[in-house]
């Protein structure tokens, strides 16, 4: 060719030498000519080679599918010390793609990330080319933006444009890991256009694209047309059903795998770690560990992981701690795959110490450590090392991480922290329905119902839609409180949301309904359920017991076994309180004795305290004293209170005066243990003692928490103490118990004044009894139901107080009982069967159809 540079003078100005623009256009010309020798002389004669010459010619020999000499070009130019631009780099990696040069192309990768132009679309998607064509498709998965690779697509308006199975498996990775499953269908759509799904790899993008993407079925599906997947395809399947939560689906998938004879690699053996853990199944993670360490993978890091975790979670810790000593690689995942098997209260304590030691080892905790931690504390119910893992969050800046801010609710809750769980909540910037959730809970679980409430009705403003568990907690709040409206509102939220059905929900208004005095409501709901677990069957059996429906809470109890439903402890206490409630102290003594012989439920404090109340109500005292010296667990306030209560019935002084000595070192604050000694010693006529028990209280600064008793009209709670006068009708709930008075006094009524535990006369007693505050409820509900204002829909109900039972006859059909029922307005009202041989309580409601009966209250005191 002779000297080209010679030859470019003659057009210059003047004879000068051309400029660079006319070099670099020779060189692309003869490039794109499909000359390069020519080009290459070209390039070796420009006096300077700038990094626009040296990409030039790189580039033209990329296009003509030489990738290992533009290989060499890239190197001739580092050595000449030229710097490279982002159009070199990705030409560069194209040339490492023709050439399955894998080892050059990842130091290309190096100086990408070096530069800083990794986030360049036309890089990204060379690397994702270059890992592809190379069978790295985990780092073809990383590589890149994939944003910026679905954006360049999408510029691509040309409906006439042809897309290669090549180009569609690029951008099917770049929509991976944006996770635009949409356009993913889109662009699977073109796949089929253009019948690019015949091709393995386009279908192995497609698998990846829709894992990544979380819909696994889909990836199923496309899974399956593939005659001859790789162990990529293989693992994106098994992880995404993994992920979605279709264990069982991905266990099968791999026996599948195995049996083609496909090799499994880490990814593949973790994500079955994960499905065991999930299944619940420790003999199954065991075979697949076993499987790990056959193929060599036991010591991956991954696998290692995820091995620990499922060990922890199962409750195999040894075998957890022993994989996780053996590791040699930890890093903080390895920690909290060891911290999370510390969650219950037999084990907590021990992830306080692995804490400790992860801290010494020099890691620093993340979100998912301070979940773990906060939850072993919440388990032990430990607020000072809580308060000390607080700290840490505040210093690592986690205190306003949506996450760890719920689990700090949830700790501080549940350590009975009221004020910190509000303070944590308000600095929440973001709040979900598990945080809304955690602090609705809270509020229940520590007696503060109505605020529970409010806050519910606060999530809904903001936008936020209850989940089953946030339903369930509120109705626990309205459970409390008997709010009778506010949960038949939630019931038809749960029923508009299809949230009915579900096992908490439907439990907890059940017990609502229970609690609220609608026992019927609470039955048909339990009835209509298609299946029951052990918590409904225990909720509707302590329903029936505390409505003193002993007989159908113990029919309940043969059914729940004849169901092949398994009882619990709740079980037991909910069916020894009614034998307690019927006087069945043989049933009771045989299912206390059933509880662990053949359920192999060792009997708690409550079991314990439900028997020495049904073998005290029955005044077996000696059999009680006999019990309490014989069981196996420490007796507590519970048992003596019991034992004190049966003792001021039966008149017994002396074990009384040991039961209120016992209950006054365990809870010398408590004024219901110098309350029931009081009145021990006021039954049996001991004045004197009285007065002493009455100053040592004033001595402790302890006062008598006054009893209550309240009623709900019109969707308000109306609240009565004994002696009130507050309220704003007094006058007409007055009028009408003294109306109430003359009628049942003319029916043969005479008061009881045994149970009127004071030093007064006659009349004082009876005045006492006037002005009960269950009097003053059933006043106020009886002048609301003689109301023409009173909403048919609104029910009303109270009690009436305890009357001699012999004055009832035995049999309900003699007239004298219908008499009574004619008394009581019209026949609204409803018997309960004796709390005593010689005692029963009258209910009165509303509605004729049904008995409105609230928990039963002991006889003389408040509820």
Known sequence: MGSIKAQLSKFGPNGTEPDTHLWVSLINFYAKCGELEFS??????MPVKDVVSWTTLISGFVAQGYGAESVELFCRMRREDVRPNEFTLATVLKGCSLSS??????????EVVKIGVHSDVYIGSSLIDLYSKCGEMEYADDAGNGEAVLRLFCKMEDPEMTFSNYTLSIVLKGIASSGAFRVGQAVHSIVIKVGGEVDDFVR???????????????ALEVF???????????????????????????????????????????FTLSSLVSAATDLGNLSYGQSIHACAH?????????VSNALVAMYMKLRSTNDGYHIFNKMANRDVISWNALLSGFHDDETSYQGTRVFKHMLIDGFKPNMYTFISILRCCSSLLNIEYGKQVHSYIIKDNLVHNGYVGTALIDMYAKCGCVEDVEAIFNRLKEKDVFTWTVIISAYS?????????HCFNQMRREGVIPNEFTLASCLRGCSGIAILEN??????????????NDMYVSSALVDMYAKCGYIGDAEILFNGMRSRDTVLWNTIICGYSQHGEGDKALQAFRQMINDDVLPDEVTFVGILSACSHMGLVEEGRNQFYTMSEFYGITPSIEHYACLVDILGRAGKLDEVESLIEHMQLTPNALIWENVLGACRVHGNVELGERAAEELFQINPEADSNYILLSNLYASRGRWNDVSKVRASMSNKGIKKEPGCSWVEVDAQVHVFLSQD??????????????????????AGYTPNTKYVLHNVTENGKIDNLVNHSERLALGFALINKDSSKKSESSRTFAYVETIPFSVIPKDPKEDNLEKFYETFHGGNISIQKPVSPEMVIFYITQDTQRHALLPQLKSGQGS
């Not at 056959?294 to 991954?302: A, I, N």
């Not at 679980?445 to 409430?453: F, G, H, P």
């Not at 949960?487 to 009915?500: C, D, P, V, Y």
């Open 725 to 746: 006068a507050s309220h704003p009708r007094i006058l007409d709930i007055q009028r009408k118990l003294e109306e109430l008075g003359q009628r049942v006094t003319e």
């Open 487 to 500: 949960g038949r509102q939630l019931h038809s939220l749960a029923i508009k949301a299809g949230q009915s």
């Open 294 to 302: 056959k193929f060599g993978f036991e010591s991956d890091d991954l």
């Open 204 to 218: 192995c993008s497609l698998v990846n694209m829709y894992s990544k993407c979380g819909v696994a079925y889909d």
């Open 445 to 453: 679980q520590t007696n503060q119902r109505e605020k529970a409430i």
């Open 101 to 110: 040069d894998l080892e050059f192309g990842k130091q290309m990768h190096a």
């Open 224 to 266: 399956k047309t593939m005659k001859n997947p790789d162990i990529v395809a293989w693992s994106s399947v098994i992880s995404v059903l993994d992920q979605q939560g279709l264990t069982k689906e991905a266990a099968k998938l791999f026996r599948v795998m195995r049996h083609s004879g496909m090799r499994p690699n880490e």
């Open 40 to 45: 290459r002389h070209v390039f070796e004669q």
